[in-house]
């Protein structure tokens, strides 16, 4: 036989195919069914986790007593279990199944007994318990009368079940065949269906010339015992089975050797003996503990086997492979991983090297259970060198660079591609998140992580956080209202990109997206003094173009513009005599970035000027001041008109329409006389418009700026 294919999860079924080590105790399990004479309801079970293969071990038994089947001496008959649900359809299907395999043996006189049994059990409907159930003494359960019409058709006799059991008994001793039921993957069935199978076995099953195999995790089976029966600890099960086999488990090397072959199989064989070195680091440190069991190989090499075309030849195996484990047996880790590039990649500096180190590894252990924080621990020091206590030199990230290691910026994301993708935050993400949330460098972190991160639409991943943020603020612990906000706040001007505004929509932005978050948190679950307490604390160290809008917005809530009603206080951001501080804040960091150079190249230098002139209440001196100044520096002209530059696009409708959307340049000029000396501006841009030594990019802006200006001047604006 050829090699086994692991990405097939079917059980083995002939000796050839074993390499764990299962058939020679297949054999010898086989050998002792064999040799059993007149049984009485005998039962074997054969125990082992979910996924260590007992389904193949009962294959290679079925296989080993095939002579003797043959012969006609032993009928192996196979009970499905799981292919029904609810007691009901179990009893059924059970008494289905001794009917057809002992039927044919019995005599004709016989042969209607069972369907007489299972009619008088069936109908008996609240006191079956009593009548099935007398080795076990424990109820059957009810079973409901919808199914009494079908059991009256397939089961057409009366008669007590004493007497029906004792004739069954007696036909089948009078004959020299036996008969072996198999029962399979019990463990896919409920608890509830799981002891009823037992019951079934040790009451209807216990007949002359039976024996069963069955084949189920038994600390499953006793821990189901113990919350149904806790009077009967682990007697239940002993009063129904004879005897216990624990299946073998496979040889370490067996399981070791099997994954490395199909490594080799897949990725290719490793040539260069750093690469070998590397991968056997990583597999005996971090990979071998999660290979017990072959379904744990299965598993794993399925994961790999189409993981791996994507990216073969462009990462390195031993990297790969080991971040397919962390995908498969660790997920919420794999994702902390994906989500935090910039945490994992590059070197410490040995001043940062130590207790920081540690500090910085401890986050990504507390996603995995504690049980497999030491080994996974050695894992993220072998992939990312980061985490260890070492102060790495500049040439150490060169070479990992060139081995395309997962720890260099350069090759982490090709490590993800057949990760979640793009369009969609992943639930271990949402929950890291709204569990963190309260910790503002973890919060600001991951929104620049999402500012950097772009999706095929061209958007940054910040809409789509503040979105699902938005979507799970009612997890969102009310205690931590004032350290995520604060923490939005002092990041707000660095996460708003132009690109990440709704197509068509001038007002579906980042900055209005956090204040839709602000306003669900805020508004549902404070009052108007624990919001004012929470805004004005976080407007301290605010950036400056959120600071003014949510100023502008807290004013506007009690001094609406013409033809806007007041807000009832239940309503408003913050209370009325919060207004003072929060203008006083706003003028104060816009005439900081005045002095400092950072409003001219504001990218809301306009929204700032103008609520500048509301916030100061002096008619626009101050602001018109500044401007002033700026107006005899060339390149604060160049910005000015930029700055007051709009564009739109529009695209043609009725009949076919244009197929092309078209860009529309305007000038912002409505309202420009309050706070600026229009005439004095308009000279500047002429003067500078024909000025042939003015660097490019800047008359660039000023020549359309005064192009849009004049056609606006002439009636001739798109």
């Known amino acids: 036989m050829g090699t086994p294919n692991f990405f097939n999860d079917s059980p083995i079924s002939i000796p050839e195919e074993d390499r764990f080590g299962i058939d020679p105790f297949a054999r010898a399990l086989a050998r002792s069914f064999n040799e059993i004479s007149s049984p009485v309801g005998a039962t074997i079970a054969l125990n082992g986790p979910w996924g260590s293969g007992k389904s193949s071990a009962v294959n290679l038994i079925r296989h080993h007593l095939r002579s003797v089947t043959e012969e006609e001496n032993l009928l192996i008959v196979d009970f499905k279990c799981w292919w029904f649900h609810g007691e009901e359809a179990l009893t059924l299907a059970f008494l289905q199944t001794l009917n057809t395999a002992l039927g044919k043996s019995l005599s004709e006189k016989a042969k209607d007994l069972i369907p007489k049994i299972g009619k008088t059990l069936l109908q008996a409907g609240p006191v079956i318990g009593p009548a099935i159930n007398i080795a076990t003494g424990s109820p059957f359960g009810t079973l409901f009368s919808r199914s009494l019409d079908f059991t009256k058709q397939f089961f057409p006799a009366d008669e007590s079940v004493e007497g029906l059991f004792r004739r069954l008994s007696e036909a089948l001793e009078q004959q020299k065949k ?43 089976a006793e821990k189901a015992v113990k919350e149904r029966y806790p009077s009967e600890g682990p007697h239940f099960l ?129 996603a995995v259970p504690a049980g497999r924080r030491e080994q996974v621990k050695t894992g993220l020091m072998r992939l990312f060198p980061r985490f260890e206590n070492v102060g790495y030199s500049s040439g150490f990230l060169e070479r990992w660079v060139a081995q395309r290691l997962v720890c260099t910026e350069k090759h982490f994301e090709t490590y993800f591609r057949m990760a979640i993708g793009d369009e969609t935050l992943s639930v271990a993400e949402i929950n890291e998140f709204v569990d963190r949330c309260g910790d503002g460098a973890y919060v600001k972190r991951v929104f620049r992580e999402a500012f950097k991160s772009i999706r095929k639409n061209g958007k940054s991943k910040v809409p789509l956080l503040l979105d699902e943020v938005n979507a799970h603020a009612s997890k969102i612990e009310k205690v931590n209202f004032e350290p995520l906000i604060s923490a939005i706040f002092e990041i707000a001007d660095e996460i708003d990109r132009d690109a990440d505004r709704e197509r068509g929509f001038s007002i579906g932005d980042n900055p209005l997206r956090i204040h839709w978050l602000i306003r669900k948190l805020t508004f549902e679950r404070c009052d108007l003094d624990e919001r004012s307490k929470i805004f004005t604390t976080a407007c301290r160290g605010a950036q400056l173009g959120w600071l003014v809008d949510f100023t502008s917005s807290a004013i ?43 409003l001219i190249v504001h990218k809301s230098l306009p929204y700032i000027l103008f609520r500048w002139r509301e916030f100061a ?80 990019p800047y008359k660039e802006h000023v020549n359309t700026f005064l192009e849009a200006w004049r056609k606006r001047q002439r009636g001739e604006e798109d």
């Not at 488990?249 to 990725?267: K, Q, S, W, Y």
């Not at 239940?570 to 970035?593: F, G, P």
């Open 178 to 220: 036996r008969f072996l039921v198999i029962i399979d993957d019990i463990d896919r069935l409920t608890p509830d269906e799981a002891l009823l199978v037992f019951r079934l076995v040790k009451s209807v099953g216990r007949l002359p010339n039976v024996m069963y195999l069955i084949a189920f995790d038994r600390e499953l």
């Open 238 to 366: 002993e009063k129904i089975i004879q005897a216990y086999f624990e299946l073998p488990l496979p040889a370490r090397d067996d399981l070791n050797g099997a994954f490395l072959a199909e490594i080799e199989r897949r990725c290719g064989a490793f040539t260069d003996q750093e690469e070998i070195r590397r991968f056997m680091n990583i597999f005996y440190d971090f990979i071998v503990p999660y290979l017990n069991s072959p379904r744990d190989l299965t598993r794993l090499t399925n994961s790999v086997a189409i993981s791996w075309p994507p990216v073969a030849k462009e990462v390195n195996v031993a990297d790969f492979v080991a971040l397919e484990v962390i995908r498969v047996f660790e997920p919420k880790l794999y994702n902390m991983i994906r989500s935090n590039k910039e945490r994992v990649c590059g070197t410490r500096s040995s001043l940062r090297a130590g207790q920081g180190a540690k500090n910085e590894i401890e986050d990504f252990l507390n």
């Open 556 to 598: 506007t809530d009690y001094h609406p513009r013409e033809g806007k009603e007041r807000q009832p206080a239940e309503k408003c951001l913050v209370k009325e005599d919060c207004l003072d501080e929060l203008r006083a804040l706003a003028l104060k960091a816009i005439k900081s970035a005045a002095t400092n150079g950072g």
């Open 617 to 696: 209440e002096d008619d626009g001196a101050s602001v018109k001041a500044w401007i002033s100044d700026r107006l005899v520096d060339d390149v604060s002209v160049a910005y000015l008109a930029k700055a007051f530059t709009r564009e739109s696009w529009t695209q043609g409708m009725g009949g076919l329409g244009d197929r092309v959307a078209m860009r529309h340049t305007h000038a912002a000029v409505d309202g420009l006389q309050s706070i600026i000396d229009v005439d004095a501006f308009r000279r500047r841009l002429e003067e500078l418009g024909s000025d042939e030594t003015f660097s490019k």
